[in-house]
C-alpha cells in the first residue's frame, strides 16, 4: 500500500469545509487541522503510486479552498538514510562553526590568548 501526508494551505476561515470534503474522499484516512505554516494535513493510501497523484491533483487540489499543497511520500529504506548522515553531517558544518577542539588554529595571537586563558 503506498501513501502520501499532504500538507495543505487553505483560504482564511475554510479549514472546517475542506476537512470535512477531505474525510468524505475514499482514499483519505485521515485529515487533521495543524498549527504552522500549513493548516491542514491529511493521509491518502492507495494501491498504485499513479492513483496517488491522481487523487492529489485532480481531487485536493481542486478543492476550491485549497491555495497551495506540499506532498510527503514517506521512504521505507531509513537504512539507506542512516547510513548517509554521518558523511552528510561533518560537511555542511563550516569551518568557523565547528567546535574550538576541532579547528587548527594557525594564529600565533589565538594560541597566545588561549595560553593566557588557561592560566
Known sequence: ???????I????GKEPSV??????MKN???AQGIFGVYDII????SDAQSHLDDIIT????KLNEVYATLTLIPTNHED?????IPDIIPDIIPEQKKPLDEVESDN????ALEEDFDE
Open 80 to 84: 539507506e538514510l542512516s547510513n548517509l
Open 1 to 7: 500500500m503506498d501513501e502520501a501526508f499532504v500538507l
Open 42 to 45: 491529511a493521509k491518502i493510501e
Open 108 to 111: 600565533e595571537e589565538d594560541e
Open 9 to 12: 494551505n487553505c483560504k482564511p
Open 19 to 24: 476537512l470535512q470534503q477531505l474525510k468524505e
Open 28 to 30: 483519505v484516512v485521515d
Open 58 to 61: 485532480n481531487q485536493i487540489r
